[in-house]
C-alpha cells in the first residue's frame, strides 16, 4: 500500500492567470481550478468577485495583497500545510508578474509545497505578439520608477540594449514617460504603444519615439488607460562600444570636416581605437546630422 508521504498531505498553490480586460480571455483549466480550490487568494478581493460572479464561481476568498503580502503568506501556507487547496490570482494577467505573489510562491516552494503555473493572458506578451516586431528577443521590465530622476537613471543603464525593451506605464505617467524615452534611448528609436489591450478602445500603434508625444497629445483619449511600451533595441550602427569619449569627440571633429571612410581612418590613427567601432559611431553621428 502506498504510504502517505509528508508531500501527499500538503495542499497545492495553483498561480492563475486571469483576463487583462476581456473576461473571456481565461481558460478552461483556470475556471475548473478556480470552482474547485478551497481558497482563492486575490490581490482585491472585490474586483475578483466580478469575474468570479460573471462565472458563477463562489469559492471563499481571502486576500493577498503588496501590503499584506507577508502576514497572508503565512496564513496561506498554513492552510496549503493543513492540505487546503489555494488558487492564487491577481487584478489582471499573471499573478506575479508586476504584481504581487512571488513571495508566497518562494516560501510555499522552499516548504515543498507544490506550485503549479496555470498560464493565460499577461499584458507584454499580447503587446509583443501583436506588434510585428521581427527582433526574437525582448527584456521585460515592467514599471520604471515613478519618481523621474530615478526613472532617467535607470533608463541609461538600459540605452545600449540591443533587444526590445518592455515597460508597463499608467496613464498619469504616460507623457513624462515618454518623453524620457525619447531624451534618454534617442528620438530615432521605434515605440509601439500597446494600450488598453482585449478592451473596447484597444489600439496598438508604432512610431519613432521622437514622434510619440505629439501623437499622444493630438488626441486625449490616447493618453487615457493602461499601457505596454515596446522599444526597438538600439541597432549595430547606433551603438559604439568602446569607443572613449576622447575618440568620440575626435572622431565628431573629422566627420563634420571630411567623408566618412577618411575621417574613420584617421580617427583609428589618432585615437587607437578600432575602425569598425568608429565605423558605427560615425555612422550614427552622420545620420544625426544630415
Ligand atoms: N500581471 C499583469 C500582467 O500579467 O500583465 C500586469 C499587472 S500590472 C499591475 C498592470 C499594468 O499592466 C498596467 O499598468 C499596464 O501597464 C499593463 N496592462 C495591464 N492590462 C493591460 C491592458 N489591457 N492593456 C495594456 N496594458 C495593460
Known amino acids: ?20 480586460g476581456n473576461l473571456k480571455d481565461i481558460s478552461l483549466r483556470a475556471l475548473e481550478i478556480l470552482a474547485q480550490a478551497d481558497f482563492i487568494a486575490a490581490e482585491d478581493t472585490r474586483h475578483a468577485s466580478h469575474l468570479l460572479n460573471h462565472y458563477a464561481i463562489s469559492t471563499k476568498l481571502l486576500s493577498l495583497h503588496e501590503h499584506n503580502e507577508r502576514s497572508a503568506t503565512d496564513k496561506i501556507i498554513a492552510l496549503l500545510d493543513a492540505g487546503k487547496t489555494v488558487a492564487l490570482i491577481s487584478d489582471a494577467g499573471t499573478p506575479a508578474i508586476s504584481d504581487p505573489g512571488a513571495y508566497l510562491v518562494a516560501v510555499a516552494r522552499r516548504q515543498g509545497i507544490v506550485t503549479v503555473p496555470i498560464p493565460g493572458a499577461n499584458a507584454a506578451i499580447s503587446a509583443l505578439s501583436a506588434a510585428g516586431i521581427s527582433d526574437p528577443h525582448f527584456l521585460f521590465y515592467g514599471f520604471l520608477p515613478s519618481k523621474r530622476s530615478s526613472r532617467r537613471q535607470e533608463l541609461e543603464a538600459f540605452k545600449d540594449f540591443p533587444h526590445t525593451l ?7 505617467r504616460i507623457l513624462e514617460c515618454v518623453s524620457d524615452l525619447a531624451d534618454i534611448l534617442g528620438s530615432k528609436r521605434e515605440i509601439t504603444i500597446a494600450r488598453e489591450l482585449s478592451k473596447a478602445f484597444e489600439s496598438i500603434h508604432s512610431c519613432a519615439l521622437g514622434d510619440v ?27 559604439a562600444a568602446g569607443i572613449s569619449d576622447e575618440s568620440k569627440r575626435v572622431l565628431a571633429l573629422l566627420v563634420a570636416e571630411l567623408p566618412l571612410k577618411q575621417a574613420v ?22 545620420k544625426e546630422t544630415d
Open 1 to 20: 500500500m502506498h504510504r502517505q508521504t509528508e508531500l501527499d498531505m500538503k495542499g497545492t498553490l495553483y498561480v492563475v492567470a486571469t483576463p487583462i
Open 166 to 172: 518592455v515597460y508597463y506605464e499608467a496613464p498619469h
Open 213 to 239: 508625444l505629439d501623437w499622444l497629445n493630438a488626441d486625449s483619449n490616447r493618453q487615457r488607460g493602461e499601457f505596454v511600451l515596446l522599444i526597438s533595441g538600439k541597432p549595430p550602427e547606433m551603438r
Open 265 to 286: 581612418k584617421l580617427a583609428a590613427a589618432i585615437s587607437g581605437e578600432k575602425k569598425n567601432a568608429l565605423y558605427a559611431e560615425g555612422l550614427t553621428l552622420k
